[in-house]
């Protein structure tokens, strides 16, 4: 088996500030994904790789930008924090990038900026 | 586009209860399906899946079955119990989106002793 750690789980930010979010895999998998999960709302997909260097932009990707700089590892940025935002940010990942893949989730981010 | 819609935000039922919940999909492709649960204070996790080769998936006591007529994938199972409450995602895959997967909105299910 393998596991998904996601740092930090608690996101406290300002409004206007850039904030990183971090996703470590361990499963060895090429496809990485990034989404966001707001109450009521399902999941979004914010960005996906599907290899290192690789970034493709999902649904809800204005506002963040991604890097996969490493097999293992994925981060998001939120390039200026809006003032009230709160939502939880999810890593995944996937063996390969076809729709097929069972996709493996971390804990996720709690993002509340203040 | 590719959609899933599921109607019923939270079901709450006693244990021993009958699960049912419902969730339809729309998609011009031929989809592999999904339901995935949270737990809280986790991630979503697979709970079983379907493609076009086979109709039924059945894990841990709930089943799904793909209906191609009624483009429904209903969730059920014969009696829950508490360790059952979380949310429930019904996901539509492999369309022709490709690589992303279509979340419907969840629902949440509350189990009671």
């Known amino acids: 088996g393998g596991i998904i750690t996601q740092t930090p789980k608690f996101l406290i930010g300002q409004e206007g500030q850039k904030l990183t979010l971090k996703c470590q895999q361990n499963?060895?998998?090429?496809?990485m994904y990034w989404y966001r999960q707001d109450s009521g709302k399902g999941l979004r997909l914010i960005y996906y790789?599907?290899?290192?260097?690789?970034?493709q932009k999902g649904d809800l990707s204005e506002g963040y930008d991604a890097s996969r700089e490493k097999k293992s590892s994925f981060s998001l940025t939120v390039t200026s924090a809006q003032k009230n935002e709160m939502a939880v940010f999810l890593c995944a990942s996937s063996l390969r990038d076809w729709g097929q893949d069972t996709q493996y989730f971390g804990p996720g981010t709690r993002l509340l900026v203040l | 586009g590719d959609s899933v819609t599921q109607m019923q935000g939270q079901v709450t039922l006693s244990e021993d209860d009958f699960l049912f919940i419902n969730c339809t999909y729309s998609?011009?492709?031929?989809?592999?399906l999904f339901w995935y649960v949270q737990y809280p204070g986790e991630g979503p996790q697979l709970l079983l899946k379907v493609t076009t080769a086979n109709n039924k998936g059945i894990s841990r006591g709930f089943e799904a079955t793909y209906d191609k007529r009624t483009t429904s994938f209903h969730l059920q199972k014969a009696s829950v119990q508490e360790s059952d409450s979380a949310v429930y995602y019904c996901?539509?895959?492999?369309?022709?989106?490709?690589?992303?997967?279509?979340f419907g909105q969840g629902t949440i299910l509350k189990v009671y002793l």
């Open positions: 996901v539509l895959g492999a369309t022709s989106s490709g690589q992303k997967l279509v």
């Open positions: 790789s599907i290899t290192e260097n690789d970034l």
């Open positions: 499963f060895n998998h090429d496809t």
């Open positions: 998609t011009t492709w031929y989809p592999t």
